[in-house]
């Protein structure tokens, strides 16, 4: 299913890239441009690897965040646009609905989400969530809670398993404990076999750094 792509298909990508690049250039909730752009590299890495058809997982990652509410006034309006934008830009009726399922299913939120159906959403997954852990997720961590003005750090609070609704309402969440909410959690939930090797890594890393930081919290090191 991989190959060389057509003319007609590189014309998309790149216009694609530039709608995408247009709006998320100002974007600093951590779903700015240079996110996408890693997302798409590492697409191209597993898509290869699981011989996934790479014209669909490029497109869905690059347009993965564009309908997203947390960079929508209204997000059934951006989806509407996304759809619109795929029609006009002449990619297949199949390929279009493909890729709004993929983007549609992806997201962590909620929760237990049913699995991904096809191989490149599973590609596409595994990418996205590839971004939120390891040296980069950890950055992306810390840069969304001093958006959002939480501490680094609270030793005090309950471990994160009994904190409770009041908890999180009272703003009393932290970087460290997404770690325990989402980050730590990610490597588990990886559909390909290259998306679990590469998130491995990244896991230690994570593992070692939060190791690192309490005994530099503790005074230990
Ligand atoms: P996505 O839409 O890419 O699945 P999110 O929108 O949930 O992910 O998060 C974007 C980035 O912000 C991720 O790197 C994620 O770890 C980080 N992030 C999300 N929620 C929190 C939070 N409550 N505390 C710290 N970082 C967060
Ligand atoms: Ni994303």
Not at 98 to 124: C, D, N, Q, W, Y
Request: glycine fraction near 6%; include cysteine; charged fraction near 30%.
């Amino acid at each position: 299913t991989d190959g060389k792509w057509t003319a007609e298909q590189k014309r998309i990508i790149d216009a694609a890239a530039k709608w995408v690049r247009a709006k998320l250039e100002r974007e600093s909730s951590g779903h700015d441009w240079w996110h996408i752009e890693r997302v798409v590299r590492t697409v191209r890495t597993i898509a290869q690897a699981e011989r996934a058809d790479s014209f669909v997982c490029e497109l869905a990652a690059l347009l993965h965040d564009m309908a997203d509410e947390k960079l929508n006034d209204d997000p059934k309006a951006a989806e509407q646009e996304l759809e619109q934008w795929l029609a006009n830009c002449g990619v297949s009726e199949a390929d279009a609905v493909h890729i709004l399922e993929i983007i549609g299913t992806m997201s962590f939120k909620g929760g237990a989400r049913p699995p991904m159906r096809t191989t490149e959403g599973k590609v596409v997954q595994d990418a996205d969530r590839l971004d939120a852990i390891g040296a980069v997720g950890i950055s992306r961590v810390f840069a969304y809670s001093g958006a959002k003005g939480r501490p680094i750090h609270d030793p005090e609070l309950p471990p994160r398993q009994n904190m409770t609704q009041e908890d999180y309402r009272g703003g009393r969440d932290t970087a460290i404990n997404h770690f325990y909410e989402k980050l730590l959690k990610l490597k588990d939930l990886m559909n390909t076999s290259m998306g679990k090797e590469l998130a491995a890594e990244r896991h230690r890393f994570m593992e070692t750094y939060l190791e690192q930081f309490y005994a530099e919290w503790d005074g230990r090191k």
